[in-house]
């Protein structure tokens, strides 16, 4: 499945930003979605996940509160809605698609990659 991120930007402490990850080339509805970001000089991270179906979230206890994870299958589309948006949020978002099990926080699960959609918040 090949992954689009879009979204990101330049948004003050405090704000809102909406990701959008459009899926094509195969069945959305069959893969759990993941969010991850990777800040300047630090390793990728686990943000957010969510099951094929919608029904099951997961989400990293630093975004949990002020993130929100969710999925139009009709669009094979997976957001992320961020709030509350604090500099340490700073990173680029990735968003990734796994087809086996529960969604999970293991970056190596992760079938398949988008290219990563900047966020700067400026504080």
């Known amino acids: 499945v090949q992954l689009q991120a879009s979204g990101g930007g330049l948004v003050q402490a405090g704000g809102s930003l909406r990701l959008s990850c459009a899926a094509s080339g195969r069945t959305f509805s069959n893969y759990n979605m993941g969010w991850f970001r990777q800040a300047p000089g630090k390793e990728r991270e686990f943000v957010a996940a969510?099951?094929?179906?919608?029904?099951?979230?997961l989400y990293a206890d630093s975004v949990k509160g002020r993130f929100t994870i969710s999925r139009d299958n009709a669009k094979n589309t997976v957001y992320l809605q961020m709030n509350s948006l604090k500099p340490e949020d700073t990173a680029v978002y990735y968003c990734?698609?796994?087809?086996?099990?529960?969604?999970?926080?293991?970056?190596?699960?992760?079938?398949?990659w988008g290219q990563g959609t900047q966020v700067t918040v400026s504080s």
């Open positions: 969510i099951s094929w179906s919608g029904s099951s979230t």
């Open positions: 990734a698609a796994d087809y086996n099990g529960v969604p999970t926080k293991r970056e190596s699960v992760y079938d398949f």
